[in-house]
């Protein structure tokens, strides 16, 4: 949990949920994964029993989700607005979230209204139905989005669209393929970005390109994270000889 975020489209991660399951290709070199091995073998409690070794030594996760409670009121403690990544470590919508996690933290955004929310899942079904079964009211101050990897899942979007939200974003990161002729209609902000660090996957400029046209043609704004690779800051975040960092203001509300 950190309020001075190294993450280029937000300026702070809060983290109640940790753990996850890898539940698609994109999830392969997951950098949180990683991170909780460290944690955990740096003996944060929090992150006791996340993963284990596979057979070639690589942290994996185990599908275990701890709920901290002793960090679930930080924002309320955080007086200055500021756009907020939640679970940077987890999914919120992860099959081992309970309802009553998954409240507990919608409340608590609702409370802090002065901030504005992040939302990514790869789970956008289970999203969906959550916030339908709980009766989850709309906040204003939450932005909901998908993670897109490549082709497979581009049908998350199809979800994201039918799910009650004042913005709607999707990250197309880490893009290890193309996505097609991608359909952006109700979805307000796209970042895209290459893997980054130990085996990471190119990203082809033409699957970006193909994302910039469909931003383009939808109205969508653009945010181009960076190349990736193993190492990222050399291939650094220019795409067509300039940065692109469009994202919508904190305040953007947007009619359901």
Known sequence: MAQNSAIEWTNATWNPLAGCTCVS???????????????????????????????????????????DASCLEKPLEWKAPQLIFVNSMS???????????????????????????????????????MITKLELPLLPNLWLG??????????RIDVLRKTPA???????????????????????????????GPGARPMKEEWVD???????????LFFFKQWGGVQKKKAGRLYKDQEWNDMPSPDYQKSV
């Open 25 to 67: 290709e994109g999830c392969r070199n997951c950098y949180a994964m990683a991170l909780a091995a460290r944690l955990e073998a740096m003996g944060q409690e929090k992150y006791t029993g996340l993963t284990c070794k596979n057979v070639t030594g690589k942290a994996m996760w185990t599908g275990r989700i701890h709920f």
């Open 91 to 129: 999914d919120l919508f992860h099959e081992n979230a309970t309802d009553d996690m998954v409240r507990a933290i919608w409340y608590v955004m609702r409370r802090a209204h002065w901030h504005t929310f992040q939302v990514l899942t790869k789970r956008p079904e289970r999203m969906l139905d």
């Open 146 to 155: 998908v993670s897109v990897e490549n082709k497979a899942v581009v049908k």
């Open 166 to 196: 004042a913005l709607r974003f999707i990250s197309f990161e880490p893009l290890i393929g193309a996505v097609g002729k991608v359909n952006l209609a109700g979805i307000s902000w796209a970042i895209v970005g290459g893997e980054s």
């Open 210 to 220: 193909e994302i910039h046209a469909a931003c383009t043609r939808y109205k969508t």
